[in-house]
């Protein structure tokens, strides 16, 4: 090798690594993203006065009508501490299935999975959910972080025995905990490790990771280091992020996390919802669909919902629980009848 | 120059370059941020009840003690097309003057500069005020792209006549208009340039760039995009952002904002405010200070405002509103005190 041809291999190896490191730094917006509404859930199980079952069903049947492809309708979970989901199984069995789109529900425990197994209806996907924070695990689900592992072994057992499939893990109070404070990042990454792990003793190949801001406690900065440090380790796993807005930053977290290529999100219409043992004295919330819709499609993100059959359904969401909810979208409007008519002017 | 020489000249330029490139790229947040806040102008022009001199003075004056740097307190306005600024000397005249706080206030016309020029407490600053959407400058300030420019003219005479300084362009609806739709990137440019123009022939080192996203247009892509365009052009110039946050991205536009090292930002206490010629029906409200402080001093962006005091302000601005105010963290709480509690746990 002479000299120059030294020069050009080293040439061409610091273009290679730059153009390499560029996109990992400009790795830039999904071209799509995916939603799973949890309105019904989330909402249904916050609100103070208990919302009839016909108004519930009549909500989730609206909502199928958006195009929004997965639902989270219903929690199997102890009717007397959540007594707004005492109904669960008669919202299930109300709903007027649209073809295409996937009803999910949410369980605890094994008392809950075979209660929504006994739906026939709902789709049953089962998940890994490690918790970086025992005490909230403690309020949440009534298990110490070791009940917690032996309780996911137990019931991926179950799971394998009924044919539900696994393919995602999910770590609640990802970014901060009102009981046990900042969680550090070693902690989280730790906890996608013990994710895995299990799923590997299971056979099982966790492909997706949900990541919590249970309490809001995250900001977009905070956002980014989390996905970057899992990402570091663990390059392949697909993120979705679940966000609260309880102190306001869900749309800047979620831009956050679009920006670093995440295409899956829950949200909530209108705002709605909340954790019932999150400790939160003022308002709660999740991110708001119809806003982090409007966000997504106004920067050319395509999310496949119509937004004002959305923000209908944001409209009646207010009704149903007889207070303003926090969305925004829903009273500032959508701009595509002002471009309209601003193009007729 | 032998062919080695050569090369090793192309690899240190194509090294320059690329550390260019990243800056330009990576350029990333302000080590510390100023804050306008505007509640007070903001907040009594929108609120639809007339509010009491002193109660709003009793605002002011708590504003004061948060340690915020720059507060703009009144509109000079035709009380007859906005009844809820009538009182402005009397404000001006009645809040307790906290040294090394600006207090600003705006006009739009000669006959407020006078009011603002005699109450003799006020900060004066003038401004260069262009807006690429005439339907807009009609109904808010009734005058032609063409009376704009004239009136900007005279004006920056009588601030030269007056020794007021005059450092600032601003943009209203740099990112859309409800009455003229999409406002075109190249637009945008170009009503930067004419305001640089109008300082120019008027001896003025514009140095500071106001976009107002008046209307709650703008995405954070189009916040990274418009400032982007603007920045090739004209690179020195130092940006600040009025954001408002009618349709739930006032705080996700403040951080693309950040991002791209934006350092200056109006914003109001409790998400006070909107304009009462944006023909919005729904919420209005810019971007909320407290909101925006907490995400900034989570990021480690320093504000130097006190935002528990900021917090109170925000809990006093709903009292004397009558009605639930749209900011989150006076609702959800900062997590100093929870950070501090989990640590005693």
């Known amino acids: 090798m002479t000299e120059v041809d030294f020069i050009v291999f080293l040439m061409y190896y610091m273009c290679k690594t730059a153009l390499l490191w560029r996109r990992s730094v400009m790795l830039d917006f999904p071209q799509s993203i995916s939603i799973t ?19 519930k069903i009549q909500f989730i049947n609206a909502l199928s009508e958006t195009c929004l492809k997965r639902i989270q309708v219903v929690s199997f979970v102890d009717p007397r501490r959540v007594p707004g989901m005492a109904d669960a199984e008669e919202v299930v069995a109300g709903i007027d299935m ?5 009803y999910t529900g949410l369980w605890l425990n094994e008392k809950g999975l075979e209660r ?19 005490q909230f695990l403690l309020r ?3 298990r110490t ?16 025995a009924h044919g539900i499939p696994v393919e995602r893990g999910s770590i609640s109070n990802a970014f901060g905990c009102n009981f046990e404070g900042d969680i550090p990042l070693a902690k ?4 996608v490790g013990e994710v895995l792990d299990i799923g590997a003793r299971h056979g099982l190949g966790i492909k997706e990771l949900s990541l919590a801001d249970t309490m809001a406690w995250a900001t977009p900065l905070q956002i980014r280091r989390t996905i970057g440090a899992i990402r570091e380790k663990y390059p392949d796993i697909r993120i979705s992020l679940h966000l609260h807005d309880t102190r306001g930053m869900g749309i800047a977290n979620a831009y956050a996390g679009l920006k670093m290529g995440v295409d899956m999100f829950d949200a909530c219409v209108a705002g709605l919802g909340g954790c019932p043992f999150a400790g939160h004295a003022g308002a709660a919330g999740n991110v708001c669909t119809e806003d982090l819709v409007f966000m997504c499609e106004e920067m050319g993100i395509r999310t496949g919902v119509d937004l004002e059959r959305l923000i209908e359904c944001a409209r009646l969401a207010e009704e149903i629980a007889g207070h303003p909810l926090p969305g925004s979208v829903m009273k500032g409007g959508n701009l595509t009848k002002l471009r309209r008519a601003a193009q007729l002017n």
């Open 37 to 55: 509404e949890e309105g019904p859930r989330e909402g249904f199980q916050i609100e103070k006065g208990l919302i009839a079952t016909a108004r």
């Open 145 to 160: 972080l070791a009940q917690q592992t032996q309780y996911m072994h137990r019931v991926l057992d179950s799971y394998k």
């Open 98 to 102: 649209e073809p295409g789109v996937a």
């Open 140 to 142: 949440n689900n009534n």
């Open 188 to 191: 989280v990454v730790a906890t």
């Open 116 to 134: 929504a197994r006994a739906t026939g209806k709902l789709t049953l996907e089962g998940k890994i959910s490690l918790y970086p924070s025992e």
